[in-house]
């Protein structure tokens, strides 16, 4: 009588099915219940400082900072050519307006993922007008800076209008950067006079 060989399963080469990642919902919430608990764990002062160390007028490098430490995030930054740069970095216009581009997009899909849309694409543009009459001292009577700002933001998806104009209305009032532009807070600004210490910051004369 014929016997059917048998197999077994090789538990050094057999692989456990892959757990899925959590989802965005399943992320934010053990963070939303703490700062319900306590307020005071959802304050976060931001850091960022510049750590240039070539001696070219037009160009500069920043990092963040975290717990007085540097985090691996840093940028090089050049003037713009219609300021006497070289065309070869990008500008610190161009990284405010990226910032609130970046801000825009990721809070559309995170509002999108939180309402279970899933979108084919999101395209955020973000054009502002200025006068370098001003910044470049031409003109005193020139504003320094952006006179107006304007976003248009394209969302590809399978919803009801009804749906993706909540969506709209919620994006816009959660993006950090534009919310920060809407109702500036106030701006300081310390000079200190002196060289960098051991840490690279200014110390006093």
């Known amino acids: 009588m014929a016997t059917t ?7 050094a080469t057999t692989s456990a099915a892959p757990t899925p990642a959590p989802t965005l919902r399943e992320r934010q919430a053990p963070l939303k219940a703490r700062y319900q608990d306590d307020p005071s764990s959802a304050h976060l002062t931001t850091t960022v400082r510049s750590v240039t160390t070539g001696t070219e007028p037009t160009r500069v490098r920043v990092a963040t900072e975290r717990q007085g430490e540097l985090a691996p995030h840093a940028w090089d930054v050049g003037a ?5 740069g070289d065309g070869e970095l990008a500008c610190s216009g161009d990284l405010f307006l990226a910032s609130l581009a970046a801000c825009q997009e990721i809070t559309v899909r995170m509002v999108a993922a939180a309402m279970g849309i899933a979108p084919r694409s999101v395209t955020v543009t973000v054009e502002a007008d ?5 910044t470049m ?3 005193p009577e020139v504003p320094v800076g952006y006179r107006a700002i304007r976003t248009e933001i394209a969302i590809d998806a399978d ?9 709209a209305q919620r ?5 950090v950067v534009n919310a920060t532009l809407r109702q500036p807070p106030a701006v300081t600004t310390t000079f200190r006079v002196g060289g960098p210490d051991t840490t690279g910051r200014p110390t006093d004369a």
């Open 5 to 11: 060989p048998t197999t077994t399963s090789d538990p």
């Open 80 to 84: 713009h050519p219609m300021a006497g």
């Open 130 to 134: 200025m006068d370098f009459r001003g």
């Open 137 to 139: 001292g031409v003109d």
């Open 159 to 167: 919803a009801p209008e009804d749906r993706l104009q909540r969506l």
């Open 171 to 175: 994006a816009e009032r959660y993006c």
